[in-house]
């Protein structure tokens, strides 16, 4: 009996995404058999992966994420520590299972790797000395506006705020310090960052709102290897049951809540990236 060469292209197709599925299925199973899921993490990036002097171990609320994960899939978590220039370049290689490391999606970087679901979002805000009377965010225009050299947050004020003057600083002390200071009338950073710092004024950090809305919004993803589909249905459904207890909602009160320098409250869930 003679098969059609369609018939022939199908029995192959479907021979290599059985083929493919297997190799999916081991690659978790391989994390499962030996009860590790191996997580690359920022150690410098406080609150979310930094060491700590007392332990010498790396801690933060992406730790706790994929501590979480991990248990979801029967295993301990083993954390390594990464670079931000080579965190996607190790996962490529093999050097990790999973990327909890602030990756923001983008569209080049989700060519490179796989997105889990959003499990943490960071807006990029502006904050002003209140007594000036700024409300709304175009009151700013013609104005100068500190920010880092080399974060994102240049790219949001040219962006949402064309007409300002963005003024560049070596690090967040001499950004925000000018704010402070008077040399500039508003600040960019992102929230944690500002929030932070703004807390740290104690009774003057009334004198400075921050404005709304934010100028930038970063959806964090952990990073999972494109080849390993299998892998990235294990992590989505791990990090939607922690949702659905209420573990996702504590590990964010335990590094940014009300009881943290921070105060900051959630007003984010964990869904597919958009």
Same mark, same amino acid.
């Given at each position: 009996?003679? !098969? ?22 081991a690659q ?6 030996r ?5 690359g ?9 930094y060491t700590?002097v007392?332990? !010498? ?6 730790v706790?994420v ?5 248990g979801k ?7 390594k ?11 490529q ?7 909890g ?29 209140a ?9 700013l ?6 920010y880092?050299?080399?974060s ?10 064309p007409?300002?003057?963005a003024v ?9 310090t000018?704010?402070?200071q008077g ?5 960019s950073t992102s ?8 807390? !740290? ?5 009334g004198?400075y709102?921050?404005?709304q809305?934010a ?10 290897r ?29 590094w ?5 320098l921070?105060?900051m ?6 869904q597919?990236?958009?």
């Open positions: 009996m003679k !098969r059609s060469f369609s018939s022939w292209g199908s029995a192959i197709a479907t021979c290599l995404l059985l083929g493919a599925a297997g190799v999916q299925a978790l199973d391989e994390i499962k058999a009860a590790v899921l191996v997580c993490v920022l150690d410098i990036f406080e609150p979310f992966g700590d007392k332990t !010498r171990s790396v801690v933060g609320y992406d706790d994929c501590q979480a994960v991990a899939l029967g295993a301990k978590v083993e954390i520590p990464v670079s931000i220039e080579a965190r996607i370049a190790e996962l290689q093999g050097h990790m299972d999973v990327l490391a602030g990756l923001a999606h983008t569209p080049l970087r989700a060519e490179q790797v796989a997105f889990s679901d959003a499990y943490y979002v960071s807006e990029n805000v502006l904050a002003v000395r007594g000036r009377g700024i409300t709304a965010l175009g009151e225009d013609g104005k100068r506006i500190s880092v050299k080399g994102i947050s240049e790219a949001y004020i040219r962006q949402a705020l007409g300002a003057t560049g600083f070596e690090d967040v002390s001499s950004a925000f000018a704010l402070l040399k500039v009338t508003g600040f929230q944690e960052v500002l929030h932070k710092l703004l807390n !740290r004024l104690g009774d003057k950090a004198q709102s921050i404005l809305p100028i930038g919004r970063e959806v964090w993803g952990l990073g999972i494109r080849d390993e589909p299998g892998m990235l249905v294990a992590v989505n459904s791990a990090l939607r049951e922690l949702e659905a207890e209420g573990t996702m909602q504590a590990i964010f009160d335990k940014l809540g009300a009881q943290t921070y105060r409250q959630r007003s984010f869930k964990v597919p990236i958009r």
